[in-house]
Each structure stands twice: as structure tokens, then as C-alpha cells.
């Protein structure tokens, strides 16, 4: 028998899907433009917005009907409700075959899940949150763990994962700062294109999200409209975007919830298209997020029916309606043939669709869709890894007499009320958070010790009394008086405060969780304010999706530590810092303000936006973004480079001597930074162009050079062009954004020189031994 060109694997894949869709009737092309979302819940609360007004529940009738036809997507078969993932790998398995014999050209459907932090499934790892690996200043270690989670993935089935969140954090009251990377660009786009060659270098398919503008919604509202100008677009929001497509390979793209100045981004050519496909080169698929299409008619009001919501999104260059199929369906096929939409537009989506199934071998007759191994998504050396990107995430804000690390046999109390929780770990998008809430009763299916637990097991010879003192958001301060008695028992109280993870206002932190300030959730403030009032040293841990107001216990507390939904393995991460065994060596991926008022304010403010006389509000931050402690010191020695003078596409190399002063090994975070003193549109004071994490040994130096370049200098200038300005500029070399260690001036001589796509994104980095 003849074997159909498209099946040919020795035919080039453009070659085999033009001959696949010259076969596929109308109905067959647009059925691969959805998904299909089986056993989502379709009333009470669930894990999408509006998924009670959205979701359909398919009969077994009616799913054996749609498939005929073929179909796109599978969605969250792991993620929806707890199930073995064994048996949910057979299950996937005995789904897809039977989508491929229901249709006349047996093909499956991409598998999809949610991999924010982890693989969102019953039984898998649950890793530090994105906001963690931030505050890691460790992308190789970022990468691992994306290769883990993919391989995870592709064991059980599935082709394509929603992640990374590349949103730059804008308003730290927005209740998905959890799940990005931090506040600014640079370090976005670096971590984040980490992760996305890790889950691609195991197969998966990774998406990039929210595209774009989602983190910068007024007032930090979930789905607000976002007003950012087209500075603030090109030069802070798109740039981690950017890298992960250019660099990291990225193969799919989801478009964002918001409008910006009154466009919906799923229904953005100019985004979706111009810039993503015909400026940046982006050749893979553009999904929408859950029911983003139908919003458009729903919610955003630029649509009037189902039918002109899916012309809008495809027109924009949206190719897959995600979780399940509502515009792209029947609304879509009778608005084609009624000749309102162009079939050219269903066969520019299919086509992309199908380009990525036929990479991932889905087009190919020795397709098989069973799990070729054993399945064991929270391996040993899962565990490994989440437990030293814990440690390396946990950031020591404060020790300023040396409290820390606690001696080995004192008395502690331990207090507060994410201290004996397990879910005080995880972030919203893990699988006890996100989806076990709805099933009470069923297990976590992973050890996750607390840190009362694991500080118990780090200090076995220590007193370690326990009092929750508190809710995390009820008023009720009933719990206080124990708290107090059991402090002023101890010699030191390690209060354990922060948020609750949750979705749509089911918690402090996670999607549609919005804070209207920054103070501490509840009574927590005051209870730790009783705390301080007993006269007994105070160590603060904040187990957080978000940085908190600390300036009202500036200069009363014994020390501060922060982490960010630290995972499974942050309890023990948390302890050993506490005991001394770990070394902080975490640093702020955002800034901690002082105040909870005086917001929105990230580190990149032009000099208006910083402290001044013209206004009595001060926005200067408690700790700064970059701030991290340590319990050795370093040395910083030996500057040198940095030319004087340089074309405006010119480079310079930047070096400096790093050394472990102190007698313990530890890890120093070297960040570079920009300040541009004159340009033809205002700035940010400094901002992040390089960094590099280094760890060293008692006594041991190493040499750590940045390769500058001058693209890395260019910004959006009033034509909206990306520009590199001749004129000064200062290179500093810095523990923080604000602890600057070495200033370097340089002068760029030359005309203004345009940067184009081909410009260099990020600043490369040496680390050399010093005898």
C-alpha cells in the first residue's frame, strides 16, 4: 500500500502538512483549532475565570460525535481532578487512540497541563515558585529543573506545557506575583528563557505567558486594563518575551486576558502577528488562554457574537481556542461558510497546528501514545533538585547581630500560623492548592515537611515549643495570649508568618487574589508586634507569594528571612538556614517596601519616580531589589576595564575579584548595572544588565568579567525606534541595586545607531579561578 506523502517522515514537514490539509474537509481543519476540557467542573469555584459560565460538559455521545471530526487539544487530563498518574497515563493513552480511530487520518490530540511549578498533577514534585527561582539568581539550576518537570511531562503523555509566566512584576498587590519571576526584565528574561530551554530540550512544547501586558493591570486587578505606554510595552514588558522566543526556542505563545489601551491582546495583529511572527520570527502556535476568545464577546465587548470573537482572535493570529471548543466551533464553520471569515485564516491556524504535531511525531505512522516506562513523578532526584533551588532561594534579609543561625540547644518558639502548615510551601498553580482544595479527604500524595517539623529534625537537641497564635486572615486574636506565654518562655521566637495560596479570592496569594496594600494578611502584624513587645528576639520568616510592608518592625526584630512558596522541600530549606547548615545565599528578585501604602513602585523609576521633596510619599524600599545576606563575607577586588571611550557599536569588557573572606563557603550574587545620566527620553535610574551567581569556598577567589555591549544600553526612543544614544554612561558593579560596590564611566561616541532584532539580549559572563 502507498503510503500518503504526509505520512512520509523522509518529506519535509512543510511538504507533508500542505498535502494533510489539500484532504481535510472545513469541519477536520477546524477541529484542530480547539481543545477539549473533560471533566471540568461546571458550577461552584473553579480553576479558570468564569469556568462555570464557560465550561461545557460533554456527554460520552456527544464526545464520540466531536472527535470524529479530529481534534487539536486535550486538556489537563492530570489536572483536573486527583488521579494515579499511572493509571492516568493509560487512561491519556486509551483517550488518544481512540481520537485517532474516530477520525479519518488518526491523528491525536496535543496533551497540554500546567507546569508552572512543577507539573500541576496528583503525585508530582511541587518545585519553589517562579518568584523563588528569582530570587536563585541561578538559570542553569532553572534549566535542570524544567528538563525534570518536562521529562515528567512526556513519561505520562503530554506534549505541551503552559509555562513560564514572563510578566514583569509592576504592582506587587497583584495576586500573580507568585508566579513571576520578579520586577525586572533582565532577570525575567533570563531565568525564564532557562526554563523554556529545559522543558524543550525534553520535548515538551513550552508557552510563554501572558502576552502581553498582564502584570501591568491598574490597580493590580486580575484582568484590569492595563495603560502602560509604548516605552514601558517595548522596554520592560516585552523584552523577556522576546528572549525566550530568540534564544530559548520557545514553540508556543498563550495571548493575555488584558487590553491595553482598549485592544484586547487576543485580538492584537499588531502583537500576535507584526511583532511576534513577522519581527521576532516566532513560528510555532499561539493559544488562547482559558476562554480568552470568548471574552472577547463576554467581556471585553468588542465582539457581539461567538462568531466575530473567533474571527477577531484568528485574524490577530490566535491558532487554538483553549480549554474547550466554544468559537471555534459550529460558530466558526457556519460564519466561514456564510463567507464572513476567510477560510484562509482556518488554514493559517491549522496549518501551524499541524506543523507542531508533526514535530512532535504525532503525524507519524509508528505514532503510539502508550508510556513507554515506569511513571514516578516525585523521584529522588526531583526531590534533590527542589530542595537545593529551595535553599538557594531563601533570601536573609536582616541579621544585624549575628541571632542567626540559631545555637544548636536553645529554647525556641515557634509561632504563627503558616509555621505547622504544609500548603504554607506551595504556590497557587500546585496541585494541593489548585486542585485538592475541591477534593477534602484525598492526600497530598507528596511529603511536604513544615518548618516546625523540619526545625525539629535540624535542631534535635534544641526546646521547641509550638502556638499558632493566629489565622492567616481571620481578625480573631484569641490565639495571642499562648503565643506570647510560650515566647517569653524561649530564648528566641521564630515567628512564621505570610500568605495562604489560593485562586479568586479563596486566599491571599495566586490568580484573582489581589491585595489592596501591603501589609501583613489579618492580625499577623499584630501578633507579631506582641511578639516584639515580649522583650524576646524575634526572627522573622515569611513564607510569601508577594513582598510585604516590613518598615514597622525596622530596627525590633532579631532577623528577617523571606521565602517565596519555597515548594515541598522548603521546610527543611527554611531550617537549615535557620540552623546554620545552609548558607543564605538568595537575593530580592523584587523590592520589599517599607511602607504598605505609597504603591505601585518596582526598582526601574526614572528619577521622578524616586523619593523627592515634591512630594511627602517616600517609595524608597525597606530592602532593595538584588539585597541578600550571607553568613560569610566577601571581598570585592580589582576592578578593571571599561573602556573610557567606545562607539555606539562598541563593547567593553568589566572584571572583578571576588573573595570569601569570611570561614564558611557561600555563594555572592555579582550584579551589573546601568545608569544612563542624559538621554532623549527619561529612564530608569538603573537597571539590571548582567549578573552571575558564584560560589566560593573559606579563602577562595574567583574572577568574574561581563562582556558589555552596547545594545544592551538601547531604549525606545520618541519615534519608537530601539535606539543606542552616543553620550555617558556608568557601569556599576553592585550587591543590590543600591549597595554599589564599583562605578565604571564610559562615553559612546558615534551617530545613534538603531538596534535592531538581530541586537544582542543579554550581557555574557566568565568565571575564572584566581591562583
Same mark, same amino acid.
Given at each position: ?19 494533510? *490539509? ?64 499511572? =493509571? ?27 507546569? *508552572? ?85 525534553a520535548g515538551v512544547v513550552a508557552t510563554l505567558k501572558h502576552f502581553a501586558g498582564y502584570a501591568s493591570s491598574a490597580g493590580a486587578r486580575n484582568l484590569a486594563p ?51 511572527? /513577522? ?34 482572535? @484568528? ?5 487554538? /481556542? ?73 533570601? =536573609? ?83 495571642? /495570649? ?45 501578633? @507579631? ?12 520568616? =515569611? ?34 538556614? =535557620? ?21 505601585? $513602585? ?33 571581598? $570585592? ?135
Amino acid at each position: 500500500m502507498t503510503t500518503a506523502p504526509w505520512r512520509d517522515p523522509a518529506l519535509p514537514a512543510a511538504a507533508r502538512v500542505d498535502d494533510l *490539509l489539500s484532504r481535510m474537509t472545513l469541519e477536520e481543519k477546524t477541529a484542530q483549532l480547539y481543545g477539549v476540557w473533560v471533566g471540568a467542573a461546571t458550577d461552584g469555584d473553579g480553576v479558570a475565570p468564569h469556568q462555570h459560565d464557560m465550561s461545557v460538559d460533554h456527554s460520552d455521545e456527544e464526545w464520540a460525535e466531536l472527535i470524529t471530526r479530529g481534534l487539536g487539544q486535550l486538556t489537563r487530563s492530570f489536572g483536573t481532578a486527583p488521579v494515579d498518574p499511572a =493509571l492516568g497515563a493509560r487512561a491519556l493513552a486509551r483517550a488518544q487512540r481512540r481520537i485517532a480511530e474516530a477520525g479519518r487520518f488518526g491523528i491525536p490530540a496535543v496533551a497540554h497541563e500546567e507546569c *508552572l511549578a512543577g507539573f500541576t498533577a496528583w503525585r508530582a514534585t511541587a518545585y519553589p515558585v517562579p518568584l523563588a527561582w528569582g530570587a536563585a539568581w541561578d538559570p542553569p539550576l532553572v534549566e535542570e529543573m524544567a528538563r525534570r518537570i518536562g521529562e515528567d511531562l512526556r513519561s505520562v503523555g503530554v506534549h505541551q506545557g503552559l509555562a513560564p509566566v514572563l510578566d514583569v512584576v509592576r504592582d506587587p498587590r497583584w495576586g500573580r506575583v507568585e508566579e513571576t519571576i520578579g520586577e525586572d526584565p533582565y532577570l525575567v528574561g533570563t531565568i525564564g528563557t532557562a526554563y523554556v530551554r529545559g522543558l524543550e530540550s525534553a520535548g515538551v512544547v513550552a508557552t510563554l505567558k501572558h502576552f502581553a501586558g498582564y502584570a501591568s493591570s491598574a490597580g493590580a486587578r486580575n484582568l484590569a486594563p492595563v495603560r502602560a505606554g509604548i516605552r514601558e510595552f517595548a522596554d520592560v514588558t516585552l523584552p523577556p518575551f522576546e528572549m525566550a522566543v530568540r534564544e530559548g526556542g520557545a514553540r508556543s505563545v498563550m495571548a493575555a486576558y488584558n487590553e491595553t489601551d482598549g485592544v484586547p491582546a487576543s485580538a492584537d495583529p499588531e502583537l500576535l502577528t507584526r511583532l511576534l511572527r /513577522e519581527e521576532w520570527g516566532f513560528t510555532g502556535t499561539v493559544v488562547a488562554d482559558y476562554f480568552g476568545i470568548a471574552f472577547l464577546q463576554t467581556l471585553h465587548r468588542v465582539a457581539g457574537t461567538p462568531a466575530e470573537a473567533a474571527h477577531a482572535a @484568528l485574524a490577530a493570529g490566535i491558532d487554538v /481556542e483553549l480549554p474547550t471548543v466554544r468559537c471555534y466551533g459550529q460558530p466558526l464553520l457556519d460564519a466561514v461558510r456564510a463567507g464572513q471569515v476567510p477560510e484562509e485564516l482556518v488554514d493559517r491556524a491549522a496549518r501551524r497546528v499541524l506543523l507542531q504535531k508533526c514535530e512532535l511525531g504525532l503525524l507519524d505512522e509508528d505514532w503510539t501514545p502508550e508510556p513507554t516506562g515506569p511513571v514516578a513523578l516525585d523521584s529522588t532526584g526531583n526531590r534533590i533538585l527542589a530542595r537545593r533551588l529551595a535553599e538557594e532561594s531563601v533570601v =536573609l534579609l536582616d541579621n544585624p547581630d549575628g541571632l542567626l543561625p540559631l545555637a544548636p540547644d536553645t529554647r525556641i518558639a515557634v509561632v504563627g500560623p503558616r509555621a505547622a502548615d504544609a500548603l504554607a510551601m506551595l504556590g497557587c498553580y500546585s496541585f494541593p492548592s489548585h486542585v485538592l482544595t475541591h477534593h477534602p479527604g484525598v492526600p497530598a500524595g507528596i511529603e511536604i515537611p513544615t518548618v516546625l517539623d523540619a526545625l525539629r529534625t535540624e535542631l534535635p537537641d534544641a526546646k521547641v515549643t509550638f502556638a499558632q497564635g493566629c489565622d492567616v486572615t481571620d481578625p480573631d486574636t484569641a490565639g495571642f /495570649e499562648e503565643a506570647v506565654a510560650r515566647t517569653a518562655e524561649a530564648d528566641v521566637c521564630v515567628a512564621v508568618l505570610g500568605d495562604r495560596a489560593g485562586l479568586f479570592g479563596r486566599g491571599t496569594s495566586g490568580e484573582g487574589c489581589d491585595a489592596s496594600d501591603l501589609g501583613l494578611p489579618g492580625v499577623q502584624g499584630e501578633l @507579631l508586634d506582641a511578639l516584639v513587645a515580649t522583650g524576646v528576639p524575634v526572627v522573622l520568616v =515569611l513564607l510569601t507569594g508577594r513582598p510585604y510592608a516590613l518598615g514597622r518592625w525596622q530596627g525590633r526584630l532579631g532577623a528577617v528571612v523571606q521565602a517565596f512558596f519555597p515548594g515541598e522541600e522548603g521546610g527543611p530549606a527554611v531550617a537549615g538556614v =535557620l540552623s546554620g547548615r545552609v548558607n543564605p545565599s538568595g537575593r530580592l528578585p523584587v523590592s520589599v517596601p517599607r511602607e504598605p501604602g505609597g504603591q505601585p $513602585w518596582t526598582y526601574l523609576q526614572p528619577p521622578l519616580g524616586l523619593a523627592g521633596e515634591v512630594s511627602n510619599l517616600d517609595p524608597t524600599p525597606l530592602y532593595a531589589f538584588g539585597h541578600g545576606r550571607s553568613y560569610t563575607a566577601f571581598a $570585592w577586588e580589582d576592578v578593571t576595564g571599561g573602556a573610557a571611550r567606545i562607539g555606539t557599536d562598541g563593547a567593553c569588557d568589566l572584571s572583578v575579584t571576588v573573595r570569601n573572606t569570611g570561614d564558611r563557603e557561600g555563594a555572592e550574587v555579582v550584579q551589573l548595572y546601568l545608569h544612563d545620566p542624559v538621554a532623549s527620553v527619561t529612564r530608569p535610574d538603573v537597571r539590571l544588565v548582567g549578573y552571575q551567581r558564584v560560589a566560593l569556598s573559606p579563602g577562595e577567589a574567583a574572577r568574574v568579567t561581563f562582556r558589555f555591549h552596547t545594545d544592551l544600553s538601547a531604549f525606545t526612543d520618541r519615534s519608537g525606534r530601539r535606539v543606542v544614544e552616543p553620550g555617558a554612561l556608568e557601569l556599576r558593579l553592585a550587591a543590590s541595586s543600591t549597595d554599589v560596590r564599583h562605578t565604571t564611566r564610559l562615553t559612546l561616541t558615534g551617530p545613534v545607531r538603531v538596534a535592531g532584532t538581530d541586537r544582542r539580549l543579554r550581557c555574557e559572563t566568565e568565571v575564572s579561578g584566581v591562583g
